[in-house]
């Protein structure tokens, strides 16, 4: 059975986010990213050429079509097209079942670029860390560049979208950190193997209410101190930075 124009519509629908949110579903592209997700994401739909698809064990999906390169470029969302395509259901987790004491938590405030934001949970899922928590304006994760951004990280971080200044409030108890560009040196600060990172937007940096909730404010200083450098780094090299240091501590 070939790739129906139908099937072709749904899959490109989903390029847009209202149409993510009303189906409860994501596209990703790819056989390394499509084969990450089977193992850990429920799966409505794959596509791909017969010899990829024969690749996949059986019931991985709900439906299989073997569909032509020429198919495959017409669903595509990606300038080259790939092998395979899949549409996921989106994982859905409850925060009271999330036990948080213990762990480091990545906290994104208003981050806009899908690039940044998929990178930032590729290099969450490298340094260990399980949830990313998301105000509700931060790029969407189920956006196909976010996707594709994640290298497959997507299969195993969990991210959710939350009222930041709520969460922060009611886990008082655990370490705020806020990358800010004042504050304590991070290569001298004191650093544990638990709490929150929070990473503001692009251009505005961490928002002023989250701001009063930060505990610790940390500082990547520039090489050598006091010359003429770029304005900031991004944010996603920022984290990574941050996540690094984190982790070298432990």
């Known amino acids: 059975m070939p790739l129906s124009k139908n099937k072709i519509k749904q899959i490109r629908s989903l390029n ?9 579903t994501f596209v990703a592209e790819g056989k390394k990213l499509v084969f990450d997700l089977l193992g850990n994401c429920r799966c409505q739909f794959l596509a791909g050429l017969p010899d990829v698809l024969r690749e996949i064990p059986p019931l991985s999906a709900e439906e299989i079509v073997e569909a032509t390169s020429d198919e495959l470029k017409r669903a595509s969302l990606l300038k ?34 899908p690039g940044n934001m998929g990178t930032i949970v590729r290099l969450s899922d490298w340094f260990g860390i399980q949830h990313v928590f998301c105000s509700p304006d931060t790029a969407d994760i189920f956006n196909p560049k976010t996707v594709q951004a994640t290298m497959g990280a997507i299969a195993r971080v969990n991210v959710h979208y939350v009222d930041l200044k709520d969460l922060l409030t ?22 544990p193997k638990n709490g929150f990172i929070v990473m503001g ?39 990574a930075i941050v996540c690094s240091e984190f982790r070298r501590r432990v």
């Open 201 to 239: 937007n692009e251009g505005k940096g961490i928002s002023h209410d989250i701001q009063k909730l930060v505990t610790h404010k940390l500082f990547i200083p520039n090489y050598p101190a006091n010359a003429q450098t770029s304005e900031s780094l991004n944010v996603a090299l920022a984290a």
């Open 170 to 191: 009611k886990n008082s108890s655990l370490p705020v950190f806020g990358a800010l560009l004042e504050g304590e040196n991070i290569y001298e600060a004191k650093l």
């Open 16 to 24: 847009e986010k209202k149409y993510r949110n009303e189906y409860g």
């Open 80 to 113: 080259t097209p790939p092998q395979l395509i899949g549409i996921f259901y989106q994982p859905k987790q409850a925060l009271e079942e999330i036990e948080l004491d213990g762990k480091l938590h990545l906290v994104l405030d208003g981050i806009q670029d």
